[in-house]
Nanobody, 121 residues
Framework: QAQLVESGGDWVQAGGSLRLSCTTS????????MGWFRQGPGKEREFVAA?????YYASFAKGRFTISRDNAKNTMYLQMNSLKPEDTAVYYC?????????????????WGQGTQVTVSS
């Protein structure tokens, strides 16, 4: 069993930057797929980015967000630049036991509790 804890969510003005962190504990595979998802107010959860077997980004994240991981620290990051009000959401990290063939889907084994990101105009 693995536990995931997100941090780094905050309030920021449009155009600003934030770095989210996801620290894992318990049984995790450093090569397994991990991902970020988000759920905005009144919206369904959507894929943001994933890493493990490559890196993958949603179209809205390309060029603005960067996913990375530090296996020595058991931590995954999401650097978010040029933030927009529509990026306002609860951001969740997720981890799978192995490499996911389709990392953009929500079929991950473990999920964090989420961290709030609010972008004001």
């Amino acid at each position: 069993q693995a536990q995931l804890v997100e941090s780094g969510g905050d309030w920021v003005q449009a155009g600003g930057s934030l770095r989210l962190s996801c620290t894992t504990s318990g049984r995790t595979d450093s090569s397994a797929t991990m991902g970020w998802f988000r759920q905005g107010p009144g919206k369904e959860r959507e894929f943001v980015a994933a890493i493990g077997g490559g890196t993958y980004y949603a179209s809205f994240a390309k060029g603005r967000f960067t996913i990375s991981r530090d296996n020595a620290k058991n931590t995954m990051y999401l650097q978010m630049n040029s933030l927009k009000p529509e990026d306002t959401a609860v951001y969740y990290c997720a981890a799978h036991r192995a490499i996911l063939v389709f990392p953009t889907t929500g079929h991950y084994d473990y999920w964090g509790q989420g961290t709030q990101v609010t972008v004001s105009s």
